[in-house]
T-cell receptor, first 116, second 113 residues
C-alpha cells in the first residue's frame, strides 16, 4: 500500500546548527509533497511544498530536496532556532486534472528538539 | 484572513454515544478534509468534501461520516463511539485546485471513556 515514512522519530540539534529531516515515500505516482510543522496543541502548519517535477525548492531558512530515483525527500532547516522545536511531517498528494484529491498521506513524524 | 476554525476544542464522551464535530474553512475554500491523529497511527485521512460532495474517502468504518453545507462548513459525525476513537480530529481546507496547500485547524480533542 501507500506509505510515507520518516527515517528517525527524534532529531536533537544544537541551536544554530543546520537540521536535516528525512522522509522516504513509496508512491511514485505522487504529484507533490508537503512538509508540515506541528507544535503541541496545534494543527499542522504548512512549511514548504515541492512538485514532483522539481528536485529542489527553497524558502525562508528551509530547503526541500526531492530525489525521485530513490523516493526520498528531505527538509533542511538552516540555523535552527528553539522555535523550530516541533514535530515535522512529510505528506504526499495527488492531482487529478486541475484539482487536488483532497487527500494527503502523512508520514509518522520526526520530533525536532533544539538544544540552547 | 481568518484561519480554519474547529469546534469544540475538547470533548469527552462515553462509549456508545455519538459526536458531531464542526469545521469552518477559510473563506473561499471549497474543499474540507478530515483527519484522525493518534500517537500510534499518526495522521490518517478520513474523507474530503468539495462543494457539498464527498470526493474521497479513507479506510474508516461507516460509523464515521461527514457532510458539507453550501457555505463550505463541514461536520463530521462518529456514531457508537469506541475507546479507540479517542484522538485529535483535524480538518484542513483548500481551494481544491491543483497543488494548492491545505490549511489545518487546531483540531478537536475527543476523549472516549
Amino acid at each position: 500500500g501507500e506509505s510515507v515514512g520518516l527515517h528517525l522519530p527524534t532529531l536533537s540539534v544544537q541551536e544554530g546548527d543546520n537540521s536535516i529531516i528525512n522522509c522516504a515515500y513509496s508512491n511514485s505516482a505522487s504529484d507533490y509533497f508537503i512538509w508540515y510543522k506541528q507544535e503541541s496543541g496545534k494543527g499542522p502548519q504548512f512549511i514548504i511544498d515541492i512538485r514532483s517535477n522539481m528536485d529542489k525548492r527553497q524558502g525562508q531558512r528551509v530547503t526541500v530536496l526531492l530525489n525521485k530515483t530513490v523516493k526520498h525527500l528531505s527538509l533542511q532547516i538552516a540555523a535552527t532556532q528553539p522555535g523550530d522545536s516541533a514535530v515535522y511531517f512529510c505528506a504526499e498528494g495527488r492531482i487529478h486534472g486541475s484539482s487536488n484529491t483532497g487527500k494527503l498521506i502523512f508520514g509518522q513524524g520526526t520530533t525536532l528538539q533544539v538544544k540552547p | 484572513k481568518a484561519g480554519v476554525t474547529q469546534t469544540p476544542r475538547y470533548l469527552i464522551k462515553t462509549r456508545g454515544q455519538q459526536v458531531t464535530l464542526s469545521c469552518s474553512p477559510i473563506s473561499g475554500h471549497r474543499s474540507v478534509s478530515w483527519y484522525q491523529q493518534t500517537p500510534g497511527q499518526g495522521l490518517q485521512f478520513l474523507f474530503e468534501y468539495f462543494s457539498e460532495t464527498q470526493r474521497n474517502k479513507g479506510n474508516f468504518p461507516g460509523r464515521f461520516s461527514g457532510r458539507q453545507f453550501s457555505n463550505s462548513r463541514s461536520e463530521m459525525n462518529v456514531s457508537t463511539l469506541e475507546l479507540g476513537d479517542s484522538a485529535l480530529y483535524l480538518c484542513a481546507s483548500s481551494t481544491g485546485q491543483g497543488a494548492d496547500g491545505y490549511t489545518f485547524g487546531s483540531g478537536t480533542r475527543l476523549t472516549v471513556v
